[in-house]
DNA sequence: TTACTCATGTAAGTAGTTACATGATTCC
DNA sequence: GGAATCATGTAACTACTTACATGAGTAA
């Protein structure tokens, strides 16, 4: 269950409510797990029956109320857990290399454009993931400043390099992906052009 | 939906049993898309009433049936659609990069493993690509064949060479990682070297 | 007769998506 | 007064997982 991993881990830096979780989720934790606001409040629900966050009801206004979640000792025990438990091997879901499989099902101009789309969905994310490496280096968020602040000075690199390790690792993994896309786009030159030359005009419209 | 895209992609070769569906899921589709017995037989009924596939019941045995599922045009119709169509940008589920991100909640001596583990897989995974780009650029698997078998020989080229760049793709990803986890093992070394070094010797059991 | 593969399903549960719904506070 | 943001939920649905269940054919 990695929603609750995710949540448990923002958590340790410090505590959040069910609406800032979410912030975070389409901010920060952005680019390796998403969770609508729905699924957040009922995992937090969850979890607190579970006894692995506490809530704690604060004023919001004057008549409303709003529920912090803190970690407990016991949500600390599981992520400690987690993060060393062997994975199981994700079960693949590459919806972009099944299209791609699978291209000869169109024309040349529209898997060009698809080739295109993916170029170009990699490099944002590759350039985006660079971003956060940097800031994520140079201690900038919010979120680290809150982590290290907790932490005994001699843990800060560790916290830090592992941080920056992961998202230049993605950063990486992005740029290998929009090479294969690039490569897909001269594919698909090569193969019109091979079409042209070896076929007698042919009867499209 | 791209379970539907899958089922109906494969029956783009020739007809189907449920059966050999699934035994393709793990074996050929395997490396791009996963789904279980159950969930396959019940989209296929799905895809039935939808009009996408047409199912022939044939004997198998004395008494019993099974039923062999045949694309229709309707459901060429929606391949073509489909691998046309811009892909929204798949939500980041990235388990293996959220446990890398906060490997400072264990050991170094855990953490080394997990990277350890994950090199491992990316290996694999990539020896798995390379060789089925291999298989399919020689035309050897059987699927390919009953493709090639009805397709029109000037659309050959491409029908392979979709297929081979996939796999090739997949397996520079798998490379990618699988460098991606070599360096977080080095990282891991050098922090606990650093910790060592900075410390006074730690009460440590 | 035992084990294996072929073959097809149901059922219960969890995870995730999308839409609906409400109301407070803050800033212009 | 209106828009934006803070804040929290429910409901319906789809996708996916895991386990249960059954039975036929085939080869040792």
Redesign the pocket.
């Known amino acids: 269950?990695?929603?609750q991993a995710c949540l448990l881990s923002l958590l340790t830096a410090r505590p959040m409510?069910?609406?800032?979780l979410?912030?975070y989720f389409d901010a920060s934790v952005e680019y390796l797990w998403?969770?609508?606001?729905?699924?957040i409040?009922?995992e937090?629900?969850r979890m607190e029956e579970a006894g692995l966050v506490k809530a704690t009801a604060l004023p919001?206004?004057?008549?409303?109320t709003?529920?912090a979640y803190a970690i407990t000792d016991a949500g600390r025990a599981e992520v400690s857990r987690w993060v060393a438990e062997p994975s199981d091997t994700p079960?693949p879901?590459e919806v972009d290399y099944v299209k791609a499989s699978y291209l000869e099902f169109t024309s040349f101009e529209l898997a060009r454009e698809q080739f295109i789309a993916l170029r170009d969905r990699h490099d944002r994310d590759r350039r985006e993931y660079e971003h956060h490496a940097r800031v994520l280096e140079a201690r900038k968020t919010e979120l680290m400043k809150a982590r290290l602040a907790d932490a005994p000075p001699l843990e800060h690199a560790a916290i830090v390099a592992y941080k920056v390790h992961t998202y230049r690792g993605l950063a990486g993994r992005a740029a290998q992906q929009k090479a294969w896309a690039e490569e897909g786009i001269a594919l698909v030159d090569r193969l019109e052009q091979a079409a042209r030359a070896g076929d007698t005009p042919p009867s499209e419209q």
Chains 1, 2 share one sequence.
Do not use: D, I, N, V
């Open positions: 269950m990695s929603l409510t069910g609406y800032e979410t912030k998403h969770a609508p606001h729905s699924q409040y009922s937090l629900r919001r206004g004057e008549r409303a709003k529920r079960r879901r």
